[in-house]
Nanobody
Framework: QVQLVESGGGVVQAGGSLRLSCAAS????????MGWFRQAPGKEREFVAAISWTGGNTAYADSVKGRFTISRDNAKNTVYLQMNSLVPEDTAVYHCARQRRANTLVSVSSYEYEYWGQGTQVTVSP
């Protein structure tokens, strides 16, 4: 069973930065693309960023492009989301997720992700 545990959330003022981490259990972490999604109160869950199993390919939502950076350290079974220039609209619970199939291209669809973490709250004050 794969377990994903997020950390690094918190309260920050607009314009500030946070770095989220997602630690994964299991020995096959390096074979799977990973993604970050977020869900704000009363809104649908939305894609934020994804990274391929090698780390060589990434994808971002238009709303975060240029401000957020996804990365991974396969030796540590960890994926990161560096968030800069935060705005109040970034306030949400952030979840990391592992794609369903190994060695595939990154996906922006939540249906392609099988395992999900519990999430970490990010709150950006004006």
């Amino acid at each position: 069973q794969v377990q994903l545990v997020e950390s690094g959330g918190g309260v920050v003022q607009a314009g500030g930065s946070l770095r989220l981490s997602c630690a994964a259990s299991g020995r096959t972490f390096s074979s799977y693309a990973m993604g970050w999604f977020r869900q704000a109160p009363g809104k649908e869950r939305e894609f934020v960023a994804a990274i391929s199993w090698t780390g060589g390919n990434t994808a971002y939502a238009d709303s975060v492009k240029g401000r957020f950076t996804i990365s991974r350290d396969n030796a540590k079974n960890t994926v990161y989301l560096q968030m800069n220039s935060l705005v109040p609209e970034d306030t949400a619970v952030y979840h990391c997720a592992r794609q369903r199939r190994a060695n595939t291209l990154v996906s922006v669809s939540s249906y392609e992700y099988e395992y999900w973490g519990q999430g970490t709250q990010v709150t950006v004050s004006p």
